[in-house]
Each structure stands twice: as structure tokens, then as C-alpha cells.
């Protein structure tokens, strides 16, 4: 039996705010449960549900380094084990994320708490697969720290970068002062860049965690192919493509998988008419004008109904949008946003909505239920990502025959096949410049198809609907990693 920790900062069903949080909760349930032991670690935050915190059972408790308390909670769910980590200091607010100043020292704590915790709580992993900068120094740790403990001799670690935007990035001074960790860790080439210019006093060298996750696991892997060669490159690598071409060979992109019970068209409680490959054109029809009539536009089945369901940042290509709207809108279409995020996308979005009525709903918020219904009732989904590590959202779409329209950039371009309207072939709309006039161009493609021909529509939203997009096959590439070490 193979024993794997993942530790991640979000996990569903307890705690979600992007795909991290999908992946690290449907990843472990893809795995046969008689070979591999995979259990989840993650901060004991406020933000998790009440009804969740009640039935977590608190096993141990104690002081690190004599100073610090970390409980230790533990919930079975669906046949997985997940631990919390508990400590009202750090954890009690109502968000999981806060400023990145106060995140690097409550990560830190996170990531030491979580190797402190492993020889009490009766569980010695195999492998310990970290996700994303706040759980970056736990290789670190191990190789540092705690490398002189019996109990850790011999354990491996993945590091999955989910999104290299997120880094975990200060100056040497403050990440020393909240990590704890020795000063060899701070030498150019480790957390410190090997081009960090020396003449300027050491402490005020910059200092990233996520280039330390990079250097000391033994494996690093990202979310999909082409995110993987991206992020060797210095458009893409955030400051961390030296790094990353230095570990190419151990660097490898494995597409994400979606959680094929969770969504699944045929039997989603979540959506009023549930349909397959034989009925869903129909039905498809039948969730539109229901979603229309939810959002406040008019109750249309024909008009094609275009949906965006986002995290609203910058990564997010919602610059584009703001460029095309005026020109999206004299089509003869809808536009259904499901997003929250940074305030001005938020009253981007408000605006248009005022300027458009019934053609532009907004809803900002976050709703698992709605956005479940659009994916179900939308004829497209607009994803023009300036980058994109994996993105679900298209993956989703897919599976709900509601057409993807993608920039062709990480995982969009692994995922999404452009469609060839001579051959008949591919699975949605895609541009490979990232500009204002390449999507409008798309769109403007769509739209004709849409409304002429309705049959090369049809048959891709039946390829992509038939494609799989679940944990199947990624699957099996981390069992392939996970044997090699
Ligand atoms: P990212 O992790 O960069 O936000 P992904 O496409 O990987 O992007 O994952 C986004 C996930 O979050 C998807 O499951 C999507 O349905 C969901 N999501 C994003 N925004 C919202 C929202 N406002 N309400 C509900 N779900 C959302
Ligand atoms: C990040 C990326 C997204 C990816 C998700 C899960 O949030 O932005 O592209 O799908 O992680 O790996």
C-alpha cells in the first residue's frame, strides 16, 4: 500500500475559491483504494462550514518549537482521511487567503506544522505531495530541518505548480524572520535567485518559497503540458524559469481531470433538466430559458447565449471582454457572468449589465448551484485566458455540450480542439493571439455557426461531450511518478 500526503491550502468540499480546490479533492478519490492510502491536509479555517467543523475530531495537540500551538483535527469523508490544522491565530478569519504579507507567515507555519504533526498523528506518508507556494516549504523543511529526524529518512515529495502567478515572493529578512529556516536556504540559487544582484544588503535580496518547493522536491509537476513548456520561458515563468529549465527533466505537466460524479449532465441534482448524448439538444433548450428566466433576461431558447464562470482577475483575459463588449453586444446575443474577484471586473461587469439590460446578466458572487445551471444552459462559455495553467471551466463545458471558446495558452490549447468547419471536426472556438480583435473575430465565427449551421454545432457539442475529461488518464501518469520514487 503506498502512503501519499497531500497538503494543499484549499480542499472541496470544505474549502474552495479556484480549481486548486477542486483538484485536491477529487485527485485522491480517482485512486484505487486498496493500493494507495492518499490522505489531505489543510488549515483548519473559520471559512469552513460550521457543519463541517463539527464533525472534525481533534486527535492531538501541542506546542511547536515550545512556542506555538498547532492542533491536529481529523475528518473521514467519502472513504478519505483529511487532517486539519488547526490554530486560531492564524486561521480564524473568514477568508482563506489574506494579503500576501501576512499569507508567506501563516503558510510557513502551515508548512512546518504539517511535517511537526506527521510523527504524533500516527501517519508516516511515503510521499508527501505539495500544491501551489503555501505548502512550497514543507521540501524545504524536510530537507533542512528535519533532515536529521529517523522518522523522515526516506520520504519523497512532489511539488504541483497550480498557478506560478502566486509565488510566495518577499525579501530575504522577512521570509528568514517567518520561515524560521538555517541561512544556507537563503544562497543565490536556492530561495534566492542565482541572479539576485549581491551588492545590496542581504536581507533586502528577494526571496520567493515557491523557487524553494522547485529546488528541494524531487518531483515538480504542473497542471498541463503546455503550462509546463510556458513556464520554462521568461514570459510565462514569473522570475522561476531558470529554475525550471534547470529541473526540466523532472518537470512534468499532467493535465487536470474533472470530478465525473460531480458533474455529470445526466444526473446533476443541481440543474432542472438533466439530458445525455441522445436528448440533449432539447434539454439543453429547456435549461437556457429556465437560466434566462433566473437571470432576468427574456426567455429565448434560440438566441445564442454565451456565459462566463470566473475567478474576475487579470489572468482571466477580462480586458478583452471590457474591449469587445460594445461589439459582443450588437450581436444578436446573451451574456450570463457567475464571478467575484477584483472590484473593478465586479463593476465592469454591474455596468454593462445597466448599459445592456436583458441582453448582459452579472451575477457577482459565488454560487456552486448557478453556475452548475449555466453550464447546463449555456450555448458557450467564453474562457480567453491570458494564461492558464489547466482551467476546468472548458473541461466542464465540455462535458455539458456548452462550447468552449478559448485562447490557445496552457491547458486551453491542450483541451480544447479548434473547430475545422470543412472537416467537421473540433470540439470549440479558439484564438492564438491574445487580442481584442482575434476574439471578437471568434465570436463573430460562433454566432454564424450557431445560427446556420445548426448541425456542425450540434455535432460538436456530441464530440466534445463524449471526449474524457475525468481523473482516468492523469491518473494513471501519477501512479507512473508516484512508483518512480
Ligand atoms: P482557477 O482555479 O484559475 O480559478 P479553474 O478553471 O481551474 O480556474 O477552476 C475554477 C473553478 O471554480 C471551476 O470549478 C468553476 O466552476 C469554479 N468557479 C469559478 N468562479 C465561480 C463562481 N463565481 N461561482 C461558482 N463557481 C465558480
Ligand atoms: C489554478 C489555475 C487553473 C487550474 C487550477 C487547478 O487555479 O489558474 O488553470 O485549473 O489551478 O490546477
Redesign the pocket.
Known amino acids: 500500500m503506498k502512503k501519499i500526503l497531500f497538503a494543499a491550502s484549499e480542499c472541496v468540499p470544505f474549502v474552495k475559491t479556484?480549481?486548486?480546490a477542486?483538484v485536491v479533492g477529487s485527485l485522491p478519490q480517482a485512486f484505487n483504494k486498496s493500493e494507495y492510502d492518499i490522505r489531505v491536509i489543510i488549515p483548519c479555517y473559520h471559512a469552513i462550514r460550521p457543519d463541517w467543523r463539527e464533525k472534525m475530531e481533534t486527535i492531538y495537540y501541542f506546542q511547536m518549537d515550545n512556542r506555538i500551538y498547532v492542533g491536529v483535527k481529523r475528518l473521514e469523508h467519502d472513504g478519505i482521511t483529511y487532517y486539519f490544522i488547526d490554530n486560531e491565530q492564524y486561521f480564524s478569519g473568514i477568508v482563506p487567503y489574506y494579503d500576501m504579507f501576512q499569507d508567506l507567515e501563516r503558510f510557513a507555519y502551515f508548512s512546518k506544522a504539517v511535517l511537526s504533526a506527521l510523527p504524533l498523528i500516527g501517519f508516516r506518508p511515503d510521499i508527501i505531495h505539495c500544491h501551489d507556494w503555501q505548502t512550497s516549504l514543507i521540501p524545504v523543511y524536510l530537507n533542512t530541518v528535519f533532515q536529521g529526524d529517523p522518522f523522515f529518512r526516506g520520504i519523497r515529495t512532489v511539488f504541483t505548480i497550480h498557478?506560478i502567478r502566486f509565488k510566495g515572493e518577499w525579501d530575504v529578512g522577512h521570509i528568514r524572520w517567518v520561515s524560521g529556516l538555517p541561512n544556507e536556504c537563503f544562497e543565490p540559487g536556492l530561495l534566492v535567485s542565482p541572479y539576485q544582484n549581491r551588492s545590496i544588503p542581504r536581507d533586502d535580496w528577494n526571496c520567493t518559497m515557491m523557487r524553494g518547493g522547485i529546488v528541494y522536491s524531487d518531483y515538480v509537476t504542473t497542471v498541463s503540458n503546455t503550462y509546463s513548456w510556458e513556464i520554462q520561458t521568461p514570459g510565462f515563468g514569473e522570475g522561476l524559469d531558470d529554475i525550471l529549465k534547470w529541473r526540466h527533466e523532472r518537470l512534468w505537466g499532467i493535465i487536470n481531470g474533472i470530478d465525473y460524479k460531480v458533474w455529470d449532465p445526466k444526473a446533476d441534482k443541481r440543474i432542472p433538466f438533466n439530458y445525455g448524448l441522445n436528448n440533449f439538444t432539447s434539454m439543453r433548450k429547456k435549461n437556457k430559458k429556465a437560466l434566462q428566466k433566473e437571470m432576468g433576461l427574456k426567455e429565448d431558447e434560440n438566441v445564442l447565449t454565451f456565459a462566463i464562470?470566473?475567478?474576475l482577475t487579470d489572468?482571466k483575459g477580462l480586458d478583452l471582454i471590457d474591449q469587445v463588449m460594445d461589439r459582443l453586444c450588437a450581436m444578436n446575443i446573451n451574456l450570463i457572468v457567475?464571478?467575484?474577484g477584483n472590484e473593478y471586473y465586479e463593476n465592469m461587469f454591474r455596468y454593462y449589465q445597466g448599459k445592456y439590460p436583458g441582453k448582459v446578466a452579472a451575477c457577482i458572487?459565488?454560487?456552486?448551484d448557478l453556475?452548475h445551471r449555466i453550464y447546463a444552459g449555456a450555448d458557450a462559455l467564453l474562457v480567453p485566458s491570458a494564461f492558464e495553467p489547466?482551467?476546468?471551466?472548458q473541461l466542464?463545458s465540455l462535458r455539458y455540450g456548452a462550447v468552449p471558446i478559448v485562447h490557445e495558452t496552457g491547458g486551453l490549447k491542450d483541451t480544447v480542439k479548434p473547430f475545422n468547419e470543412f472537416e467537421d471536426t473540433g470540439t470549440g472556438f479558439s484564438f492564438a493571439n491574445y487580442s481584442s480583435s482575434d476574439l471578437i473575430d471568434r465570436l463573430k465565427h460562433a454566432e454564424w455557426i450557431f445560427y446556420n449551421r445548426k448541425e456542425l454545432w450540434k455535432h460538436m457539442q456530441k464530440r466534445g461531450m463524449s471526449e474524457d475529461w475525468s481523473w482516468n488518464n492523469s491518473m494513471q501518469i501519477y501512479k507512473d511518478l508516484y512508483s518512480r520514487m
Open positions: 479556484g480549481g486548486l477542486d498557478n464562470v470566473s475567478r489572468q457567475l464571478g467575484t458572487g459565488y454560487s456552486e453556475a489547466c482551467g476546468l471551466t466542464i
